[in-house]
């Protein structure tokens, strides 16, 4: 009973086995969540499709070298819509579930740390992304004939700042949550209520001139003018820009101090 | 678990007499809506290569606060943990690598089959059981590829031991292991046990089945209200309680924690 005889052991950490494998379940259980499959997918394709149908997708917006009002405004809207979707609504459910059902505190006990769990859920969380922003485009441009952005790399980059953005306020919906169920409630709301603000429902002028402001530097509208930025060869707004650091920083530094595992 | 199939695994090297878990005064709060509960009160135990030891005692006894000690998932207020002389949470990527825990609560990917599941944490590990042998071993061959949302609790509880197995572990907790299971099943699980037991691996099981620890453990710690209240054989536990050593290992624990029949 002496611990000096004790061989010493070898530190295990999963390598890129347990990483593919990690990120294949999580791709596995998108896939097998039809609502969360489909939703954030097929929700921004139709008001993509409703709003081209009623759009006039020929009017040219002069000086945005021949980019019409469906490129500016529909398809960034669009773009941040899907976005948002599975930033906001559906990756904290996913971890509001597995933090109820205990699976973060099963992989505990494995060599996997949760936080790799994490890491996968948003591997496949952008992955699902892409494919959404490719069905957008794919379908604005075979469709309605939408233009690509005459910025490439800034409209690359502030979908990028889009992301982050948007999983930092998924990550704090994930915190705040208690439940699975709360999790959805809580990411729908703050969903809707940035949407709403942002331009979903309308052009943001319209709305009262503080919340058409704060609609601005939230991340739905944010990301909005920045993607209508880039699309239109302009200047992303200051605005824009300090609106997606700010939410990116803070909420990211409030759900890292609220997170639970369980 | 199928009759008759045993459970091999690879034989774990001898390293001499050592002590594969060690719990030293233990303590562990819990705090809720003000009030404070202690569920672990200066709980020590110790756990040797190649023993089996149960962990006994009614709900509410601190065993699995005991067994979130032991693997690392909570940290005591007080007292020290290691397992084959490391830190479970300090150490983490050295004891998670030889530790394998079934949890009390089988949970696991919902959506997931059985085979998907197994395999999943089988690639956690660098070296391991193959995933269909040890699903053939669990008995769930039929149910391979069902999702795990789909399994009846015996089922989702065989799935859990074979996850808490498949890295091959050298200390096993096993929390509650033959709950939910049916008879068969239940006797094949305590096969399996003997075949960790013949292969040197180390167990902690924890229970509500005397007859399960009298069969299979070396030895068995009594828990009471969070504290340690004996520590023996099974036979020395009656001894203990102050009856004949032939008494039963039930008498002597309702002897022991007080309790009435």
């Known amino acids: 009973m002496t611990d000096t005889l004790i061989p010493p052991l070898p530190e295990v950490r999963p390598g890129a086995r ?52 469906f490129d500016i405004f529909v398809l960034p809207i669009t773009l941040t819509f899907i976005v948002a979707m599975v930033g906001v609504v559906n990756m904290p459910s996913f971890l509001a579930t ?10 505990g006990v494995t060599p996997a740390s949760p936080v790799m769990v994490l890491v996968a859920q948003a591997v496949v969380g952008i992955a699902q992304i892409l494919v959404g922003l490719v069905l ?39 915190a705040v949550a208690p439940t699975p169920q709360s999790s959805v409630a809580i990411g729908l709301v703050a969903f809707f209520a940035m949407a709403a603000l942002g331009g979903l429902f309308g052009p943001r002028e319209n709305l009262p001139e503080p919340l058409a402001e704060i609609g601005g530097v939230l991340p739905f509208g944010a990301a909005v003018d920045a993607l209508g930025a880039a699309w239109a060869g302009d200047v992303v707004p200051v605005a824009a ?19 639970r595992w369980e | ?35 404070t509960t202690v569920a672990v009160d200066d709980v020590s135990l110790h756990v040797e290569v190649g023993e089996i030891v149960g962990l006994l005692g009614r709900n509410g006894a601190g065993k699995s606060t005991t067994v979130d ?27 998670r690598g030889v530790l394998g825990v079934q949890l009390q609560q089988p949970r696991l990917h919902d959506a997931l089959t059985v085979r998907e599941v197994v395999r999943l944490h089988r690639s956690f590990y660098p070296t391991g059981r193959e995933p269909d042998e040890l699903i053939e071993a669990m008995g769930l061959t039929d149910s391979r590829s069902t999702p795990f949302a789909d399994l ?19 200390v096993v ?44 453990c070396d030895r068995a710690v009594v828990l009471d209200a969070g504290r340690v209240v004996a520590e023996n054989t099974p036979a020395g536990l009656a001894v203990d309680a102050g009856l004949a050593p032939d008494a039963g290992l039930e008498e002597a624990y309702l002897t022991l924690t007080g309790a009435t029949r």
Do not use: C
């Not at chain 1, 205990?102 to 992989?107: K, Q, S, T």
């Not at chain 2, 909570?74 to 004891?95: C, F």
């Open chain 1, 136 to 174: 957008a485009v794919g379908v604005a441009h075979l469709a309605f004939g939408a233009n690509p952005p005459v910025d490439v790399w800034t409209a690359v980059g502030m979908l990028a700042f889009t992301v982050a953005a948007m999983y930092s306020v998924g990550m704090l919906v994930a």
């Open chain 2, 69 to 95: 000690l032991v693997s690392g998932l909570r940290a005591p207020e007080a007292g020290t943990v290691r397992v084959l002389g490391h830190d479970p949470r300090a150490d983490r990527a050295k004891v």
């Open chain 2, 173 to 216: 907790i096993l929390d509650e292991l033959t709950t939910g299971l049916d008879p068969e099943a239940r006797r094949g699980m305590l096969d399996l046990v003997r075949g960790l037991r013949e292969d040197g691996t180390t167990v902690l099981l924890v229970s509500h089945h005397m007859d399960e620890v009298e069969k299979l």
């Open chain 2, 152 to 170: 009846s609790g015996g089922q989702m509880q065989r799935t859990s031991i074979a996850v808490a197995l498949v890295g091959n572990p050298r």
């Open chain 1, 241 to 259: 820009l300090v609106g997606l650091a700010v939410t990116t920083v803070v909420s990211s530094a409030v759900a890292a101090l609220m997170f």
């Open chain 1, 18 to 69: 347990a990483w593919f494998a990690l990120m294949g379940a999580e791709a596995k259980m998108v896939a097998r969540d039809t609502a969360g499959l489909i939703v954030p997918l097929g929700m921004p394709i139709l008001i993509l499709v409703m709003n081209g149908i009623g759009f006039d997708t020929d009017v040219v917006i002069p000086g945005t070298d021949g980019r019409t009002a």
């Open chain 2, 1 to 35: 678990m199928t009759r008759g199939t045993r459970l091999r695994l690879p034989a774990v090297p001898s390293v001499g007499a050592m002590t594969a878990i060690r719990a030293t005064n233990l303590r562990k709060e819990f705090r809720r809506r003000g009030r």
């Open chain 1, 98 to 107: 597995y933090r109820r059902t205990g699976i973060l505190r099963r992989l």
